[in-house]
């Protein structure tokens, strides 16, 4: 009797994760900043240059479950 292999499944990615974070090369999670959408013509210039600058995700926690729902996100630049 010949062993049949098993098939390995893709996992789906979460589409809105997927379009809201981004991994380093180093493996670090990146978010952008909220308020960008509208009203930028009362912000002061710092504070839209610093918006438009993406930060670590520090909580760890938050980190993984980022990757949970965006599988590939390391693996396709």
Do not use: N
Not at 15 to 25: D, P
Not at 30 to 47: A, E, Q
Request: glycine content about 6%; overall charge positive.
């Amino acid at each position: 009797m010949a062993k049949t292999k098993q098939k390995k499944y893709k996992i789906k990615t979460y589409k809105a994760a997927a379009k809201r974070f981004k991994v380093t090369a180093t493996g670090k999670v990146m978010r952008t900043k909220g308020g960008k959408s509208h009203l930028r013509r009362r912000k002061s210039p710092r504070t839209k240059r610093a918006l438009a600058r993406m930060h670590e995700v520090v909580a760890g926690a938050d980190a993984k479950r980022v990757r949970r729902l965006a599988p590939y996100l390391s693996k396709y630049k």
